[in-house]
Structures are given as C-alpha cells and as structure tokens.
C-alpha cells in the first residue's frame, strides 16, 4: 500500500517532482562535475609538474671527514663515490610506490676542455640517459624506457634529441653554445685529463641540438651516459640521479625512503619546495571546488526545502485526512521522507550523468584536455544528493507532522 | 438498546482562544449501539462537539471517556491509535484521498491500522453498492458514491463507533436516502451512531437527539418530558457546511 500511494501521489505531481529532481540534478551535477574536475585535473596538474623537472634526487651516500687544525674546522671533506649503473632499474622496481616513479635521468659528470674552431671553454660534460631503454623492469609487452626526456620535458631544443645508442652526439646549453659559437651540426673537440693520474682523453663530438633550462643546464654539455663514462673511463658509474615521482596519493618522501631500502648505499632526497608548492596548488583547487559544490548545492537544498514545503502546504487536507483515519506520525513522515529520498536519488544519477558531461566541457575548455568519468564520483554524489534532499525535507516534514486533522478538516 | 455508556462526556468545555468559546459545559452520556443526532444552528459547536468525542481535538476542561479510555489522558500518539481502532468517521466534504481509486482509499485506512486486506476492503465497497466502482477516482464518482466510499473506508477497521458529520449535507435527495438507509443498516447491525445534521427528517431517524445552541445542550429528546418533541425545534434549514 506504502507503494501505491508513493507511486500514485508522484504520478500525480509530476510537474512538483520534476522541479525538485531538477534541483537536486543541478547540485548534483556541479558538485559531481567538479568532483570529476578535481580528481582529473589533480593527476593532469601532477603529470603536469612532473614536465617541470624532477623532484627526488639521489645521491651515493658518502662519508664526511672533518679537516681542521686542533681545535678549528675547516669543515669537511667528502669521499666521492658512485652509483652502480646496474642498480639504477632497481629504483623503477620499488615495492609499493614503483608504479609512481614516472622516470628517473642518471647523471655522471666531469669537467672538460671543449673546443672549437679558435674558441676554448672549460665545461661540465655530463652523461645522461635521453631516452634508454630498460629492459629489467617488467612492463607487460612493452619495454619500459627513460631518461631526461620523460624527467625533464620542460627542455627547449634548438635542433635534435640525441639518440641513446649515439656515441658522438652532444647537446650544448645555450650558454656554452654562446661562447664557443657552436649551432647544430658543429663538431667540437673534448678532452678530460684525469685529476689523479694525469692521463688524457679526448673525443669528437658532433652538435644535434642547443638546450635553453634557465638552469645550470645551460653551461653544460651532454652526452649518452657511456660517452662520459668512456671518456672519464669511469664504466657502469654514475654520480646522481634524479627521479620524477607522481605524487598524487603518496608524498615524495615514501618514494624516497623505499629508495632508500632498495639501495642502501644511496640517499634519496625530495625536492621539498617543488612537492609542497604542488601540494599546496591542488589543496587550493579542491577547497575552491568545494566551495563552489557547497553554495551550488545550498541553493538544491533550499529549493527542494521549498518544493516540499509546497507539497506539504497543498497536501495539508490529505495529511489531516490520513491523520483522522489513524496515520501516526511516523507514517506520515515516512511516506515524505521516502518521496526525498527517491527524488535524491534520481537526482543525483542523472546529476551524475550530466556532471561528467560538464566536467568534460571544463576540461576541455578550460584546462585543455579531456576528462573521462569518474566511476567513484557517482557514490559520492548520490550520497551528497541524499543528504541534501533528506535535510531539505526535515522542516517541511516537521510541519507536515504538525498538521492538527481537525483543523484542516473543518476547512481553515 | 445496549444499556452499557460507551460515552461520557462531563462538564466539557472548549475555547478556541481566549474570546471563542465553542462549547460550555456540557455533559452527555450515550450508550452502546445507540444513535444520537446532534443538530442545532451553524457554529452552534456540533461539529467541535464531534471532534471532542472522537479524539481529533482536546477539551479545554472537563472529561471524556469513550469506550471506557478517558481521552484527556492521552497524548497524540495514543489518540490517534484509539481513533483508527474504535471510531469511524464519515465527514461532510467526504475527504478521500485524490489520486487513489475508490478501493484504495478504503484501504489506505486499513494501512494505518493493520495488514492491508484487498478482499476485504472489496467486500466493505460492495457493502455499500460500489462494486462496480473499485478502480474510480474520487474525481470519477458521484457525491453520493464519493460518501458511500467514505462509509466503506469507516467500517473497515470495524469500528465499535460511527461518528458522522452532516453526511448527507452535500448529497441530492436521492442520494442522502442512499446513504441514509446504509447508515441504519450499520446501527441495526449494532453500532453506536453518532450523527450531526441539520436536517430534522435525518436527525428523526435516530433514536434520541439533542440540540446544541450557542455551546450548550439546550435540549435532549432522552430525558425531555414531551420525548420527541423535539422534532418541533425550530432549526434554521442550512443547506452549507456547518461553519464549525
């Protein structure tokens, strides 16, 4: 009977139904499109900062000497070591976070006198990976690769990436490129002397492109990391690394540290600035969102406050009627709750329906891309539009419950 | 006649706000399976006189014990649930409920009291001739079929009292006498019929009358010496809704 006469009594207010579901519908589609926004744009916004460089960088761990005159210091010293170039996969094979670690860039450094034509110029030559290949990393069919174009695809080339398997490719920083007039294709001459031994070691190299970073990186030139090793005949060694990580769910540092375990003789360090400013960007997008949502659906809660209120008002004589007959106020208050709590519903489907297709105009219009829905949203804005729906209808509901039969049967 | 009170009212009085009396100080015994009509002029308190036994409203002062339960004693809650299990009420404007067909709105009432029994509620509308009107709407029958489905949905719960207010007010002749001979049917059954009218032909059906004027039981054929001589009442004829 309960049935019936929700059935009947909704088929016959449809036109009040359908305001009320179309309250509930528009604060349900913006807060579930914002949602959807959010939870899209944050892992766009992620990948997005990672094209701004890396934010772990990895280091040998070494130990530090105190050097000094008794009682003054003047401060340390530091043994060099190397990171293994075999281990360096290990870093992508992490426990828990390895599907986080987007990339990481080795670097092998050595300072080199560069020459070309009549131009002299002491440089830092480092070896990198651009784009290698790793094979140990289990990556479905697929061979997984990286290098400084996944970890820093912020760099503007004038000219050509180097390929991985180039034995006498460089790339030149702006500056370095200044000085020495070099442009693509431009062969140099590098020779490192050996510090310790005193042994020389010279190699031509020819110029595939000029980076411009604003950094350091504009002093420097690179070259395939077994380049730099050859030269400097420092095989399978690498100085640091530096790792993206995507930190959406985890903070750096937990990719940091599992590093730290898998390699022992390293420390890993996160970029702090760069983790909490991206932190602190997408709280500030989600509070803004949320914001938005709040006010949205404020306004869906006062309108179905209103529509049921209306309802109550125009249903006064059928309430007093059921009252009269034996309705006790649980039942009178069950048959409206139950009518909320069906228009919620309704509401906050479709709403999330139509927010999916709003979030997807957001993203394309205004963040450039195209956001797919977000299948854990739809809980989300069902359970925002209930509550809603049920709170608006805790007042007209009271009042519905107040209602004396008497009253409203004699006609006042 | 049953002889055992099934309601006592003493001393009874009603104001609506400090300057509206509706009722004062009335008293009135009425037995079991006895059928009383109320008459007297519009806003005379017939009507506020109905809702005090039937336990839709509460007297400012005084007492009133139907079928043994003193009334003012209880909440609203308990009210409500002595009136879906004692009282049927029939009203003037029928008050069924619109968008439920006829046998629907009998068992709406079954609803707020127990189980809901469809062949039940089909056997109360062929009680009272609407057999072939199970599935109308309110909006599709007749005033007369609309008060006879008022009646049905009053006896389903079987009440051990009939309480009706000008049940016949809104209905032609033709249709009043329908209702009418459904209503003595029901008291030959055995049920208490308390009835309000402004129409001496119907209030002469019922066994005993009383006339109220201005709040008070200014006559009462049950224990006037001239007995029905009340049937000589002037009663203004008033064919609306009695204001109360």
């Known amino acids: 009977m309960f049935l019936r006469i929700l059935t009947k009594s909704f088929s016959n207010r449809k036109s009040r139904v359908a305001i009320a579901v179309i309250a509930v519908l528009m604060g349900a589609s913006i807060a579930g499109g914002l949602l959807t926004v959010t939870h899209g744009i944050e892992e766009k916004l992620g990948a997005e900062f990672r094209r701004f460089g890396s934010n772990i960088v990895v280091t040998p761990r070494s130990d530090t000497i105190e050097v000094g005159l008794p009682g003054i210091s003047f401060g340390s010293v530091a043994e060099q070591r190397y990171i293994s170039e075999n281990d360096l996969s290990k870093i992508k094979m992490i426990n828990n976070w390895n599907a986080n670690v987007l990339g990481y860039a080795p670097f092998l450094y050595q300072v080199v006198e560069a020459k070309h034509v009549d131009n002299y110029q002491r440089v830092v030559l480092a070896g990198t990976y651009f784009d290698r290949e790793i094979p140990e990393v289990p990556w479905g069919d697929r061979v997984w690769s990286t290098g400084i174009r996944r970890t820093a695809p912020y760099w503007q080339i004038d000219g050509e990436w180097i390929e991985d398997g180039d034995s006498e490719g460089t790339i030149a920083g702006v500056s370095v490129a200044e000085k020495l007039d070099l442009k693509p294709g431009d062969y140099i001459e590098v020779t490192y002397q050996n510090p310790v031994s005193g042994a020389t070691a010279t190699a031509h190299l020819r110029v595939v492109g000029i980076v411009t970073t604003g950094g350091l990186e504009d002093s420097q030139l690179f070259v395939s990391l077994p380049v730099a090793q050859k030269i400097s005949d420092r095989p399978n060694k690498v100085h640091s690394v530096q790792v993206s990580g995507l930190c959406i769910s985890c903070p750096a540092e937990l990719i940091a540290q599992e590093i730290e375990l898998k390699l022992p003789y390293v420390q890993a360090k996160s970029v702090k600035q760069l983790v909490t400013a991206e932190a602190q960007i997408m709280g500030q997008l989600g509070q803004l969102m949320v914001l938005i949502a709040i006010a949205v659906l404020g306004a869906s809660g006062l309108c179905v406050m209103m529509t049921t209120t209306t309802t109550v008002v125009e249903r006064r004589k059928e309430i007093g009627l059921m009252k009269s007959i034996g309705a006790d106020n649980r039942k009178i208050a069950s048959i409206f709750v139950v009518e909320s709590i069906i228009v919620g519903i309704i509401g906050g489907v479709l709403g999330y329906l139509l927010g999916n297709l709003i979030a997807r105009y957001i993203g394309v219009s205004v963040f450039g891309t195209s956001l797919s829905p977000v299948v854990s949203v739809l809980p989300v804005t069902l359970g925002v539009s209930l509550f809603v729906t049920i709170l608006a209808s805790v007042l007209p509901v009271r009042n519905a419950t107040r209602i004396e039969p008497a009253v409203v049967l004699r006609g006042e | ?244």
């Open chain 2, 1 to 244: 006649m049953n002889s055992s009170l099934q309601v006592v009212l003493k001393s009874v009085t009603k104001y609506y706000d400090a300057r509206t009396r509706a009722l004062n100080d009335v008293s009135l015994c009425i037995s079991e399976g006895e059928w009383l009509s109320i008459i007297g002029p519009s806003g005379s308190g017939k009507t506020t006189l109905l809702n005090l036994i039937c336990g839709l409203d509460n007297p400012t002062s005084g007492s009133i014990r139907i079928c043994g339960t003193d009334l003012t004693s209880l909440d609203q809650k308990l009210l409500t649930k002595f009136r879906r299990e004692n009282i049927g009420l029939i009203f003037q404007q029928y008050h069924l409920v619109p968008y439920l067909s006829a046998l629907e709105n009998v068992m709406i009432a079954q609803y707020f009291n127990k189980a809901v029994d469809e062949g039940t509620a089909t056997k109360a509308l062929e009680h009272v001739g609407l057999e072939h009107r199970l599935e109308h709407r309110p909006s599709q029958l007749s005033g007369g079929e609309q008060q006879r489905v008022c009646i049905a949905r009053a006896l389903i719960n079987e009440p051990k009292m009939i309480v009706a207010d000008e049940p016949t007010g809104n209905l032609d002749a033709a249709n009043g006498a329908i209702v009418m001979n459904i209503l003595g049917k029901l008291h030959s059954e055995g049920r208490t019929l308390i009835l309000v009218t402004h129409n001496m032909a119907i209030a002469n059906q019922g066994e005993r009358i009383v006339k109220v004027v201005d709040g008070r039981i200014v006559a009462d054929s049950h224990t006037e010496p001239e007995g029905r001589n009340l049937l000589e009442m002037k009663i203004p004829v008033v064919t609306q809704q009695d204001g109360q």
